[in-house]
């Protein structure tokens, strides 16, 4: 299977080195003060066949000189070099001595890994910050930058220092983010109420020990900004690598500043390793290649997950200066593992769960359950009083209903979102033309409409939540059942409907509960596919097929 390839966008990282000791600090930094004068602007280099915009600079960063340091002042220069590419490709060097023993001005310690017994005493670190460059850019870019500054002013500088090759074991990365271009229409499958954003929000929702959160920013526009933190705890919960990862769908600050032409109209769908949801911990630079392919990895099955083609399709992806919706290359060492989706695993046992408990629910226990549907929590008191029951009652609907709900000093909750949205579809309001069907029903399956309404309620919700209806159409005989349901049912749980085994599990415990005299065995199912219906004998060889497929996808 072929998958598009993600691109880079940001990265922070510090690269050590210690070959040459301080030499190539000093280096730089008398090539800045002595030929540039501290300052140097509007230079240009062709790199790559790159036009690379050069700006070279200092600052002050503390460090106080040593004895034998021949500065002028008391802090020692630090170098910054700032480059811009094509686009938006930049990035930011900042170099920085580290010796043992480093101090401020005022004699602080300053703690550095050039401290340890595995570094030597001393070297240099290297802040990288940019944007739109791969990782191995930059170890590349540095050393022919400083070449350039050298040879724009006739110095010299060692052709060996800087270069990737020098760099210490000690280097490591701080932030990496890859990123995909959606176009708007198909990025509502990320982030819609469907979306797997929301998906992995109902999955981590109610797991003991796991940290994460979501943001959602719609002010301006829908999908403005969604991003959705998971720490290693909640990483654990889901295939996405090992790592703390941020998932983050966003547009231009001002998303409504170009039109669809423009590919910036499109969001950026991207992943994040970031070291703040790793316990502080970075990556060895050494890592830097597999870092990539687990955000690479991630992006792909994310998409997976939401029912994006990952294939590089430009109906569905949109180019960008960096991001050209090209295929993937794999090869033995970066193969992309697609893996299930872990949400429906959640929702199937939760689903199990609830099939379960209504199986053994009293009619005064649907009535507490009707009456916590409205919300999260409510008190005893407004409990028993909307279902007209009694304390006593109201204690054993709890021990009974467990698995649905929990109580917490005289407050009853629900024990999952996800589960109040489950029973509360169950027990929607009955609206007339509902009644109307649900009388229709009695009818033709010679039952007394008032007794149907009386123990009924559940099955007359079941026909308003997917359009169905108890038909006499003069095909089959008045003793046998026949239901259509209008509402789309998918034959598998990864489909875009309700899929078909859990609507007949409902249907099985709501016929049971309103007592019907005649049998759902050898019913006539009809029911809409999306592209037509189908029909099946209950009980029948169809039946149970379709059942199978159900559980198994």
Known sequence: MTHVASAPHELKANLNYTEYGLSPYWAVSNLLIREYDGYASDLQFEIGGETWDVEFAYQSGGIAPRLQDDVGGETLYEPKINVRGDGERKADFHIRPRYEGMTTPEGSRISSPFDRDSLPNEGYNVRVQGSNLEPHEYTKLLPAIVQRLGAEVSQRINPDYFTSGNLHASSNVDEYERYVRLRR????????????????????????????????????????????????????????????????????????????????????????????????????????????????????????????????????????????????????????????????????????????????????????????????????????EEADTSVSTLYRTLKRCDALLKSDNGVVKWRSKKIRQEVAAVFERVEETVEAAADQAARLLGMDPQQLKEKGSAFQAWLNRYGAEVLDDGTEPRSRVHIKITSVLSRFRSGSGEYIAKVLEYLEIVWSKAGFDASLHGAVIEYNTGNGYERFRYGSKKHQSLMESSATR
């Open 185 to 384: 229409s198909m990025n509502q499958k990320v982030i819609g109420t469907s979306g797997i954003l929301q998906k992995l929000h109902f999955l981590l929702l109610d797991q003991e020990g796991v940290k994460y959160s979501i943001d959602v920013d719609n002010e301006d526009v829908v999908g403005k900004m969604h991003k959705m933190p998971l720490d290693r705890s909640a990483i654990r919960e889901v295939p996405l690598g090992s790592r703390g990862k941020q998932l983050k769908s966003y547009l231009l600050k001002n998303p409504d500043s170009v039109d669809d032409t423009d590919p910036t109209y499109h969001p950026k769908f991207g992943v994040l390793f970031k070291k703040s949801l790793n316990g502080e911990n970075t990556i060895r630079w050494s890592e830097v290649d597999a870092l990539t392919r687990e955000l690479h990895e991630s992006i792909v099955n994310l998409l997976y997950w939401s029912g994006v083609p990952t294939d590089p399709d430009h109906t569905t992806f949109v180019p960008d200066d960096h991001f050209a919706a090209t295929a993937y290359e794999e090869d033995e060492n970066s193969t992309v593992r697609l893996f299930d989706d872990p949400t429906p695993d959640l929702e199937a046992s939760q689903e199990a769960m609830l099939v379960r408990q209504l199986r053994e629910l009293t009619d005064a226990d649907m009535e507490h359950l009707r009456a916590m549907t409205d919300g999260g929590q409510r008190h005893y008191d407004a409990v028993i």
